[in-house]
Nanobody, 116 residues
Framework: QVQVVESGGGLVQPGGSLRLSCVASGFTFSRYAMSWYRQAPGKERELVATINASSGRTDYADSLKGRFTISRDNAKNTVYLQMNSLKPEDTAVYYC?????????WGQGTQVTVSS
C-alpha cells in the first residue's frame, strides 16, 4: 500500500536550517508530483512547495521563496525540503503529500519548532 514517511524535523534556533526527507513506497514514485504542506497551531494547513514528476519544475508559496527548496531523488523514492533562515513563524507540522490524479495521500507529519 501507499506509504510516505517524513523525517528530519526537530528544534532549531532562529536563523538555522533543517532538511526534511520523505520516503515513499507502494506506488511508482517518479510518475507523481509531490508536495510539502505545513500546519501551524491554530491555523489551516498551507501549501509550502510542489515538485513535478518528470520535469522537476517547482512551485513555492510566495512567502517562502528564497528560503525553502524542494527537490526529489527518483532513484531513492525520496523528496526533500531544505529550509534555511528559519523563523519562529515556520514552526509547524510539515506533511509530505503524493498528488494522485483524484486524491492526495498524506504522511503523518514531522514537527519543526523554531525557537531560541
Amino acid at each position: 500500500q501507499v506509504q510516505v514517511v517524513e523525517s528530519g524535523g526537530g528544534l532549531v534556533q532562529p536563523g538555522g536550517s533543517l532538511r526534511l526527507s520523505c520516503v515513499a513506497s507502494g506506488f511508482t514514485f517518479s510518475r507523481y508530483a509531490m508536495s510539502w504542506y505545513r500546519q501551524a497551531p491554530g491555523k489551516e494547513r498551507e501549501l509550502v512547495a510542489t515538485i513535478n514528476a518528470s520535469s522537476g519544475r517547482t512551485d513555492y508559496a510566495d512567502s517562502l521563496k528564497g528560503r525553502f527548496t524542494i527537490s526529489r531523488d527518483n532513484a531513492k523514492n525520496t523528496v526533500y525540503l531544505q529550509m534555511n533562515s528559519l523563523k519562529p513563524e515556520d514552526t509547524a507540522v510539515y506533511y509530505c503529500t503524493v498528488r494522485f490524479p483524484l486524491s492526495y495521500y498524506w504522511g503523518q507529519g514531522t514537527q519543526v519548532t523554531v525557537s531560541s
